[in-house]
């Protein structure tokens, strides 16, 4: 520890006459008032610390008292009877008075340190040192009160129990001090825990009302669908039946139009119907690269591709998952219908598997057609919104619940620097 430099000047020395009752009256007095003083108020230990080491160089007449706290050989001076140039100094316990004591754990008094190096080394200008441990009920030394005189002296019993009363106060204002800072940091884990809970019950609560209320819907529409898809394809096939008939222009665009409407009312109740019904899958081991291939020539002759490429780029390595062809059949012709949809003629969709964990393959489909605003790009999760004049809105939803009973998750991008991808991850089979 290095010795500081005071603001003033040290007190004047007193020394305690054994014989004198008046004498020890008056200090015992004085002591007492000094331990009644001590306040911890508000949490503040440096200021209570404080009191503590100006009391016992006030009460023993020494030049500079210190609190410091041990831990992993080191010493961190927690209070001084005198200002320092830096706010809690941190030494090196090794080859000092103050580690003695802490590795002791008992009181050490150096009359004169300059007869007695073994005990180790006071601060430089100070030569007598009384330092005491300060010991928790528990049996643990926190660290010391250490006290200095310039001058060699002596420490009478009085002296020394005296600094042992502040060490006990100082001892046992740490300990409360560093439960409290645990029971402080407690809460603020529990609070945070509480609060991340409670969001996380919200979030639940909502996707469960969610998920009601979308059972609810689908067991309605399910319901409505029934009901209508027979009348719906008598309509059909009357107005095909019918068409032939109407030589008329006029009529024959009326006729064209109304079986066109009544062919999207159809291919709704279809949907409707296909989102409705749980995704019972009837799982095989596939290969990923020939899954894709067998897939995507069934959909190069599709009508939205017309004049439209479509671009196959393989994984390097062979890949299984465990899904359903069918299904998956399903998901790649909603996502290259859209991506074909989205571009113009002679431009190009590309579509490719990717390896992008051990345990997870990603299925993508690219076009570099007009960009799906930011905004706009979550509504695209929720069933019954398109952006498509006469979209049912269910595609993405279809594909979403089928991607999700494969155990895999679905998700769109749009930005400048890779166009609009549409991702569907399924995780590896091995």
Not at 155 to 166: K, M, N, P, Y
Not at 183 to 200: D, G, K, M, P, W
């Amino acid at each position: 520890m290095k010795s500081p430099t005071p603001s003033g000047q040290p007190p004047n020395h007193r020394t305690l006459e054994s014989g004198d009752r008046s004498a020890d009256w008056q200090k015992a007095q004085q002591v007492l008032e000094a331990l009644s003083n001590l306040n911890l108020s508000r949490g503040n230990l440096k200021a209570y610390l404080e009191q503590i080491a100006n009391g016992v160089s006030y009460l023993l007449a020494l030049d500079w008292s210190v609190v410091t706290l041990c831990q992993q050989q080191q010493e961190r001076v927690m209070a001084s009877s005198i200002p320092l140039v830096d706010e809690n100094p941190v030494y090196s316990l090794h080859g000092t008075l103050t580690e003695t004591v802490f590795q002791t754990a008992s009181t050490l008094i150096v009359e004169n340190a300059a007869e007695h190096p073994e005990f180790g080394a006071p601060p430089e200008g100070y030569n007598s040192y009384l330092g005491v441990p300060m010991i928790t009920p528990s049996g643990e030394v926190l660290g010391t009160v250490c006290s200095f005189s310039a001058e060699p002296r002596k420490f009478t019993e009085a002296e020394v129990c005296i600094a042992g009363l502040f060490a006990e106060r100082a001892a046992s204002a740490i300990e409360s001090y560093q439960l409290f800072k645990q029971v402080q940091h407690f809460n603020e884990n529990l609070e945070a825990e509480i609060l991340q809970r409670t969001e996380e019950l919200r979030l639940a609560q909502s996707r469960l009302i969610d998920k009601e209320r979308l059972a609810a819907i689908g067991e309605f529409a399910a319901m409505i669908v029934h009901e209508i898809s027979n009348p719906v394809t008598t309509i059909l096939m009357g107005l095909t039946a019918l068409k032939p008939e109407f030589t008329n222009q006029r009529n024959q665009r009326r006729i064209a139009l109304a079986l066109e409407e009544t062919e999207r009312l159809q291919t709704m109740i279809k949907e409707i119907l296909l989102y409705s019904k749980p995704q019972a899958l009837k799982t095989t081991r596939l290969e990923v690269n020939n899954l894709m291939v067998a897939i995507l020539e069934r959909l190069e002759d599709i009508p939205a591709g017309a004049g439209k490429r479509l671009v196959f780029e393989p994984c390097p390595e062979p890949l299984h998952i465990l899904a359903d062809k069918d299904k998956l059949n399903q998901v790649m012709i909603n996502l290259v219908r859209n991506a074909f949809e989205a571009i113009s003629v002679g431009e190009t969709v590309n579509c490719s598997i990717i390896k992008e964990t051990s345990e997870q393959v990603c299925l993508r489909v690219q076009n570099w057609g007009k960009l799906i605003p930011v905004d706009v790009l979550p509504l695209l999760n929720q069933p019954f919104y398109s952006t498509k004049i006469g979209g049912t809105g269910l595609g993405l939803a279809v594909v979403r619940r089928i991607v999700a009973a494969h155990g895999g998750s679905f998700s769109i991008d749009s930005c400048l620097e890779t166009g609009t991808v549409a991702s569907v991850r399924l995780p590896v089979a091995f």
